[in-house]
């Protein structure tokens, strides 16, 4: 993140509430666990019960009912290193290896619809948005 974009008051108060109530912080390129089955949810909202879960590099993938992902004994395969995309490609939400964050790509009305309903936190990108793995020119 760029710096002027960091908030190091927050970024302190959760290390130390990760220290004083022995939370383990979420590991690097895997979809966040308290915000995983909200996230289906949401692509619930919009309609979807199925999307596809390919992994890191793009060349596999299996269909899953989106109920078959959500709880504590859900299958682990869409919470790492994955990517999560409806059938017909409207809505992808991915991660990176080495980062904290993940991306939800869909229209403007898709993410406001879940924005809307889920208050997540966040920010739209634009075509001039930078992340420092992606390519430049």
Sequence with gaps: MKEELSNREYADKIES???SHHILPPPEGFFSDLLHDRILQAV???G??????GDEFGTARKLYWIEDLKG???DVTARHHCNVFTPDKQLLW???WDSHFSFLCSSKRNLDA???ANQFEG???TP???VYWSVRS
């Design 94 to 96: 991915t991660t990176h």
């Design 123 to 125: 920010f739209f990108c």
């Design 48 to 53: 979807y019960e199925w999307v596809w879960v």
């Design 72 to 74: 504590p004994d859900a």
């Design 17 to 19: 509430l990760i220290g």
């Design 114 to 116: 879940i924005q809307k």
């Design 44 to 46: 619930q909202g919009l």
């Design 128 to 130: 001039l948005t930078e």
